[in-house]
Structure formats: C-alpha cells, structure tokens
Nanobody, 119 residues
Framework: QVQLVESGGSLVQAGGSLRLSCAAS????????MGWYRQGPGKQRELVAH???????NYADSVKGRFTISGDNAKNTVTLQMNSLKPEDTAVYYC?????????????WGKGTLVTVSS
C-alpha cells in the first residue's frame, strides 16, 4: 500500500516559520522526484516546490527566498522549511511523489496538512 503522510501544519503568525515533513512508503521503485503543492481558499492547487532525486529544485515565484525544499533519497522523505510566512501562504499543503515506474491505479498524493498564517 502506497502511503504519503504529511505533518507539521499549524497556525502561525505572519513572519513566523514552519517545517513540513512528508514520508512516502510502499513505493516499490525509486522515486525520481517529490514535490509540495498547496491549495488556498478559493484557489486551484499549485506547485510550491519540487526536488529531484539528483537534488535539483524549483520553486513558485511567490515563495522563492522564503521556502526551502530538501529530501532524503534513502528514506523517501521530503521537507519544506517555510520562513517569513505571509497570510497568503494559508493553504492545505500536499505532498506528491513521482516514482520512476508509476503503477496504474496508485495514489501518489498525501491527504494534506493545513497551514494557517494569521496577521
């Protein structure tokens, strides 16, 4: 059973920091990349940060310089360090895995963790 479990979401004041973590399990083949996505109130889900197994990263323009994604290939985990949080960062944050060999009918998304940033 493939599972991705996010943790670390909380209520934080603007300017504060949070660290989100995601652990993937049950994935038979190597994971080529993992990413964090978010969906704010009344918005579509968007990419926040992405990291490949080789360590290449990319970020949404809105979080560049504030968020940092990192991963552990051996443990199939990924973290998102969020600093200088803004109210517009409020969203449910989802973890996603991209295996080298994706299997049909398998869900590679986590259930999400809620981040609320107050002013």
């Amino acid at each position: 059973q493939v599972q991705l479990v996010e943790s670390g979401g909380s209520l934080v004041q603007a300017g504060g920091s949070l660290r989100l973590s995601c652990a993937a399990s049950g994935i038979i083949f190597s994971i080529k990349a993992m990413g964090w996505y978010r969906q704010g109130p009344g918005k579509q889900r968007e990419l926040v940060a992405h990291i490949t197994s080789g360590g290449s990263t990319n970020y949404a323009d809105s979080v560049k310089g504030r968020f940092t994604i990192s991963g552990d290939n051996a443990k199939n985990t990924v973290t998102l360090q969020m600093n200088s949080l803004k109210p517009e960062d409020t969203a449910v944050y989802y973890c996603n895995a991209e295996p080298v060999v994706p299997l049909p009918g398998v869900n590679y998304w986590g259930k999400g963790t809620l981040v609320t940033v107050s002013s």
